[in-house]
């Protein structure tokens, strides 16, 4: 169980790298000498944000990705909900079946109320949020 998957995370720190970019649009090789994610998860991670609307890109020389959206619009749930489908703690499966007790499970019960919780604090946070917290903070050393 991961509550954020390696590609939220680079989805999170590719986004904040662009944020905070003072020029108009940011390379993928750029980001991939200066954020150390292997260039192929990030093609792919920048590829998805850009057909979700979260990116623009342009091809050529000068291209690159910029944001569309502001940085405190983009949520780290909605990252989730791309990259991840969502939080899940426990998929209740026993020896590879679903549970037959699922309904009336008192810990299935408990559980999905920590996913909520979860999701109630998780939609709080936003790109901005992120970026305010993170000034101090060397995104190449330290993941978001």
């Not at 790298?17 to 920048?46: C, H, N, T, W």
């Not at 780290?76 to 990259?83: P, S, Y």
């Not at 996913?115 to 604090?121: C, I, L, V």
């Amino acid at each position: 169980m991961k509550l954020i998957t390696r590609n939220t995370d680079y989805a999170v720190r590719a986004l904040c790298y662009i944020a905070k970019q003072k020029k108009g649009s940011v390379s993928a090789a750029e980001m991939v000498a200066d954020l150390k994610i292997p260039r192929s998860f990030l093609r792919k991670i920048l590829q998805v944000l850009s057909s979700e609307g979260l990116l623009n890109s342009q091809r050529g020389q000068g291209g690159g990705f910029s944001l569309i959206e502001r940085p405190e619009n983009i949520r780290l749930t909605e990252l989730i909900r791309i990259f991840q489908g969502g939080i899940q703690l426990n998929e209740c499966i026993f020896k590879k079946k679903v549970c037959p007790n699922q309904r009336i499970c008192p810990l299935k019960t408990e559980i999905d109320q920590i996913e909520q919780d979860a999701m109630k604090r998780l939609q709080k946070i936003t790109l901005a949020r992120l970026l305010k917290k993170g000034k101090s903070h060397d995104p190449r050393r330290n993941p978001v």
